[in-house]
């Protein structure tokens, strides 16, 4: 079924001007972008996005590194939108990403990791409003 999917690119992408490298291979994996905009995050905001993560060691890094420039923030829309995305983006830690993967092909680190992408399709739809109204998604 076509279904939709939340992705961030990172400010290790966005301070390489990856923007459109990134979203590129978003597209040619199949999937297309229908809301999309850059941000910079406040660390409000990255707490209450990452809050699963708030007892983990590398919570407060993450915030951190998520506030440290500007991020993209979009809607993908496509055949299993969740799992064709986690395809194309490869493992957390880049070290183990498959070739072709964007964080194969781009990643810093397993935290400037170039992208994130939602885990479930549950997850897609908290994640999309959390930064997006209806209005903003053309589909
Ligand atoms: P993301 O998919 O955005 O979800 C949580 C993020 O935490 C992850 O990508 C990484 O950028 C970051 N992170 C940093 N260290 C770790 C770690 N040891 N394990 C998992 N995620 C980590």
């Known amino acids: 079924a076509v279904t939709r999917t939340f992705s961030i690119i990172k400010p290790d992408a966005t301070k390489r001007n990856l923007t459109g490298a990134v979203t590129k291979m ?3 994996a199949g999937l297309r972008v229908v809301a ?4 910079q995050m406040t660390k409000d905001q990255a707490e209450g996005f990452y809050a699963v993560h708030k007892e983990r060691p ?5 915030v951190s590194f998520m506030i440290s420039g500007p991020v993209v923030v979009q809607v993908l829309e496509g055949e299993d939108a969740v799992k064709r995305n986690r395809d194309v983006m490869g493992a957390t ?8 993967t964007i964080r194969k ?3 810093e680190s397993i935290e400037a990791n170039s992208v994130h992408g ?4 549950e997850n897609a739809a908290i994640e999309i ?3 997006f ?4 998604i053309v589909g």
Request: glycine content about 2%.
């Open 105 to 107: 092909t781009y990643a």
């Open 36 to 39: 999309s905009k850059r941000i």
């Open 118 to 121: 939602s885990d479930s399709e």
């Open 26 to 28: 978003l597209e040619e």
């Open 133 to 136: 109204k209806p209005e903003e």
């Open 129 to 131: 409003a959390y930064f």
């Open 58 to 62: 590398f919570f407060n890094d993450l």
């Open 93 to 100: 830690n880049p070290a183990d990403a498959a070739d072709g």
